[in-house]
């Protein structure tokens, strides 16, 4: 079964408003990673997180991972349009040495205007 | 800037056809993967490669083969495709080497721009 969840699938948002993604992993990561795809397009890289309770900005977006290296979450604020698209978490186990990642199963962000 | 490209966008086959999906990148890249994406299922990892002629099963291999004769190549094989096979199908390459832990940045998959593959 899937080993990183995501909550929730579905997040309609109206514009100007926060929202926050969870993901959790059954088991301890190395290191987590968040990609967003827009609608129509492929996954991109956005963040990597690695250390314990490390918490990462990029202008509107705070990417937070837990102290046990198990969850991650992803809170937008004062959501625009362009947020629009289905966020990934990607966790690396730390059994796996390949660069292999466990991606949950998205978040996808709908926008009102 | 990394660049991951696939052979086709859009591919319609029949059911028991062979099929071909290529992939290549131009970064140097060790590592490559295939994965399918389905609604609600998020991405699903079928193979991977860590070197030239090397591949590892990833969750779903069944019903599919890999090959990579050149770095920069990756191929994913269905040797009889049948309608479950219906999906967008993702190529990715990252920097990471064979070994390696993956504790910084190196290991950031670029993904292609994927194949919505139709089996009828």
């Known amino acids: 079964g899937q080993q990183v969840m995501q909550i929730p699938q579905y997040q309609h948002v109206q514009e100007g408003e926060d929202f926050t993604t969870y993901c959790n992993s059954s088991?301890?990561?190395?290191?987590i990673q968040w990609y967003k795809q827009r609608p129509g397009g492929h996954p991109v890289f956005l963040i990597q997180?690695?250390?314990?309770?490390e918490v990462k900005k990029q202008k509107r977006l705070t990417f937070q991972f837990g102290e046990a290296k198990k969850n991650s979450s992803l809170h937008i604020t004062a959501t625009q349009t362009t947020d629009v698209g289905t966020y990934f978490c990607?966790?690396?186990?730390?059994?796996?040495?390949?660069?292999?990642?466990?991606f949950g199963a998205g978040t996808q962000v709908v926008v009102t205007p | 800037d990394v660049k991951v490209t696939q052979s086709s966008r859009y591919l319609v086959k029949r059911t028991g056809e062979k099929v071909f999906l290529e992939c290549v990148q131009d970064?140097?890249?060790?590592?490559m993967f295939w994965y399918r994406q389905d609604p609600g299922l998020g991405l699903r990892l079928i193979y991977f490669?860590?070197?030239?002629?090397?591949?590892e099963k990833g969750d779903i291999p069944e019903g599919y083969s890999v090959s990579r004769e050149k770095k920069e190549r990756f191929s994913l094989i269905l040797e009889s495709a049948s309608t479950n096979q219906t999906s967008m199908y993702l190529c990715?390459?990252?920097?990471?080497?064979?070994?390696?832990?993956?504790?910084?940045?190196?290991?950031?998959?670029?993904f292609g721009p994927g194949t919505r593959l139709t089996v009828l």
């Open positions: 997180l690695v250390k314990s309770g």
């Open positions: 990715a390459s990252s920097l990471l080497g064979a070994g390696s832990s993956g504790v910084d940045s190196t290991d950031t998959q670029y």
């Open positions: 490669s860590y070197d030239v002629k090397m591949k």
């Open positions: 990607a966790g690396q186990m730390t059994t796996d040495s390949w660069g292999k990642l466990q």
């Open positions: 088991t301890t990561l190395s290191n």
């Open positions: 970064m140097d890249h060790e590592n």
